[in-house]
């Protein structure tokens, strides 16, 4: 199959990318560049069924393709609150942009949707049920509202249009090709642990997250794009919750760093816990996550030794 993959040269895209090469589809990467890097795919880079697109997806482009993964965004609250505006137009012009390409080529779309629909939950864990708890003026609010509207977007095409779509609700993600300077709280860690400095706890670390390696959530999505007869979202991630602090003394055991844990402030609106209900991902498209944290953490770390050496190396 032809397949499109916008924010293919991020942290999940790529990746998934590689995935659809090695499976002998044609992958179409499309990607602005914003935060995703040419080097997260120079590993397949000169694969003859690799096409590069450097596009934003707020603008219309004409495609032929037989599915869509919807993944441009900005996925960091650093960056997504960089230019919040921008993020409101990639979350509703760019959907509307692919789900319209969607409707003119008949082709499956999946919208990579978040946890962060759920905001700072009061059901948990949470369920595909349950609507959420959503701050609409905050500072979180472009990204948590802007992937609500994308969600809206993907369900009233399918109404009105009978585009063929899915959603995956996904939960944190790490692993590999993360960016180093990407602000969220593993790569954080891991690159503070590694350069010796301190470990930036935010609060008292006491709020909770669930993260899946990405080997299992590119697995979630591409089984969830192959399934027949699901409409409705479906949260993907992995509902072993770990506090922020018990993570930061992890990643301070498998590296073996003497840094120190310092306590910053708490952002605003930091959702206090968060673990998906993985019922329906189970039932309907029989996944499961499989990497624990530790070893997906110790895959992660390797990830940025190597690539915080080459770089000393280079300077
Ligand atoms: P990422 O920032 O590494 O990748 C996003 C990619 O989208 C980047 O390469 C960026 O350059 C590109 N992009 C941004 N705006 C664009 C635009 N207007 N046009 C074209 N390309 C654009 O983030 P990621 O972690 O790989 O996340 C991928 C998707 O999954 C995002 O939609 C994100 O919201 C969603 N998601 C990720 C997580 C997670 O924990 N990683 C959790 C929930 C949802
Ligand atoms: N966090 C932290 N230190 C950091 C970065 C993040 O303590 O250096 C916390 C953050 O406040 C949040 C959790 O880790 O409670 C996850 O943050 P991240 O930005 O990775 O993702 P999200 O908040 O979107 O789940």
Known sequence: ???????????????????????????????????????????????????????????????????????????????????????????????????????????????????????????????????????????????DEGKRVAETLMMDYHRQNKVDIRIARIFNTYGPRMSKDDGRVVSNFIVQALRREPLTVYGDGSQTRSFCYVSDLVRGLEKLMACEGITGPINLGNPTEFSILSLAELVKDLTGTRSQIRFDPLPQDDPTRRRPDISAARKLISWDPEVELKDGLGQTIDYFDELLRAEAKDS
């Open 1 to 143: 199959m032809r397949i499109l993959v916008t924010g293919g040269a991020g942290f999940i895209g790529s990746h998934l990318c590689e995935s659809l090469l090695k499976q002998g589809h044609e992958a179409l990467c499309l990607d602005n560049l914003f935060r995703g890097s040419k080097r997260n795919i120079y590993p397949f880079l000169n694969h003859p069924c690799l096409e590069f697109i450097r596009h934003d997806v707020v603008q219309p482009i004409l495609l032929e393709v037989d599915q869509i993964y919807n993944l441009a965004c900005p996925a960091s609250p650093v960056h997504y609150q960089y230019n919040p505006v921008k993020t409101v137009k990639t979350n509703v012009m760019g959907t509307i942009n692919m789900l319209g390409m969607a409707k003119r080529v008949k082709a499956r779309i999946l919208q990579a949707s978040t946890s962060e629909v759920y905001g700072d939950p009061q059901v948990h864990p949470q369920s595909e049920e349950y609507w959420g708890n959503v701050n609409p003026i905050g500072l979180r609010s472009c990204y």
